[in-house]
């Protein structure tokens, strides 16, 4: 075989179908956020950032970025080996801490990042736990899907957000089995937010385990930013809650949160939580920052739903389509991997506005999207611009507003 020929003929075939991924090349500006540097061949421009997961801007928090250079200073960079093996930072134990009191569990478990800890957590769960059988929803996220597959077990597919078809699919099973429900609370391509309580009625009735992704939910609902099973006041019925550190709560990592066996029992077999270097001990200072300010304060949390607001409202005026939805996040539907580029390559070269086409694999073909994320820290001239530029692009792209608008 022609190696360097084959990666070429591969990547080739997804430029043709316009979903090559192309980065943009930025520089977040401390205190300045959403505004960013972009690097160019020739050189940089100015650009606001409109698809962030740093929800909140809490990445450029005072608080934040004070504890990190602190612990920088009195821990050095690195954690200097894996938890098992010199690893293990005060700030680890002290983060563990504050996500145990976050979620109401006994305690919680670090790993190095949202997608590790669902791969770890679920590979291992569903690995350990004889004759255990998945039942995932059909639009959970690929860490999930991964782990569920890593494990090995039987795993059966729900129809999204359905708590009758998950009934249906529970009732086949022998009532004695072992088994293990996986779904999101706030779906990250469309917005859309689980039935919660309907789904733990489900798995009570079937004594089923329940594992929640609130990836897209930790920091930004609940009066303490607990997410959305706290924000329904359901937590203590969930058996493991998963959440990130790297989008509301602004730096990086990812955790479970569960009672002390089931945390110990991930924490002593999962390979992906003892065979890695542990977190930088500042980074989880940073992230500790970052939880307790969320925890206390709603300002961020008002401000950003204001602001997602303000740009719904616009859209539907200028009747841009964009899913509804009663989230944070706001899917506006292009349909068209080709369209989604040249839009957001227009929307970035006109007006310093920067908006990354979310394509196949990480949407179905044919529902290509510009997927936008206000947050508080985008103020109202930037809110202007962008509302400003689309409408511009909608109106001069003829072709586009047709068949977008059709
Ligand atoms: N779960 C969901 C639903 C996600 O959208 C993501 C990341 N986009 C992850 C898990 C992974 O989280 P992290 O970015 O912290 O790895």
Redesign the pocket.
Known sequence: MDYQEFFGSELQAVRDEGRYRVFAEIERKAGNFPQATRYVEDGTTNVTVWCS?DYLGMGQHPKVAAAMHKVIDECGAGAGGTRNISGTNHHHVLLEKELADLHGKEDALLFT????S?WAALGTLAARIPDCVVLSDALN?A??IEGIRYSGAERMIFEHNSPEDLDRKLSTLDPDRPKLVAF?SVY?MDGDIAPIAEILDVCEKHNAMSYI?E??GVGLYGPRGGGVAEREGLMDRITVIEG????AFGV???YISASKDLCDFVRTFASGFIFTTAMPPAVAAGACASIKHLKESNIERDTQKERVEKVRDALDRLGIPHLPNPSHIIPVMVGDAHKCKFISDWLMDNHGIYVQPINYPTVPRGTERLRITPSPVHSDDDVNRLITALSEIWSQCELARRDIAA
């Open positions: 997961n990042s949202g997608y590790v669902n996220h860490s999930m999101e990250s992704d990836v897209h990130t550190l790297g989008k990086m990592g990812g």
